[in-house]
């Protein structure tokens, strides 16, 4: 499975940007878990941005709230993030991640995209 992701970038504080990641490889749909995206910061521990899961249900980290928005495309296996009114402190490489049933090992897996970089800064 592979996870290519895109959007990140050098933005103002109070702009906006749309992260894309679109999976492929022996990836099932049906076996989908959910999708999400995760940013470590300078210094910190990777975190979770939000996710949405197989039926639509989505959570957020509460500094994302309002500002975020996570959404997916079953047909391209595709997972979104807009992000507005962003802040210098939203600056980190953010990844995208799938997590997916396999049926031959019979357990839940996550996969990692390799990350893009979102600075937000005047």
């Known amino acids: 499975v592979q996870l290519q992701a895109s959007g990140g970038g050098l933005v103002q504080p109070g702009g906006s940007l749309r992260l894309s990641c679109a999976a492929s490889g022996n990836i099932f749909r049906a076996n989908i878990n959910h999708m999400g995206w995760y940013r470590q910061g300078p210094g910190k521990q990777r975190e979770l941005v939000a996710r949405i899961t197989s039926n639509g249900s989505t959570n957020y980290a509460n500094y994302a709230k309002g500002r975020f928005t996570i959404s997916r495309d079953d047909a391209r296996i595709t997972v979104y993030l807009q992000m507005n009114s962003l802040k210098p402190e939203d600056t980190a490489v953010y990844y995208c991640?799938?997590?997916?049933?396999?049926?031959?090992?019979?357990?839940?897996?996550?996969?990692w995209g390799k990350g893009t970089q979102v600075t937000v800064s005047s």
């Open positions: 991640n799938v997590n997916h049933y396999n049926d031959w090992k019979r357990v839940n897996e996550d996969y």
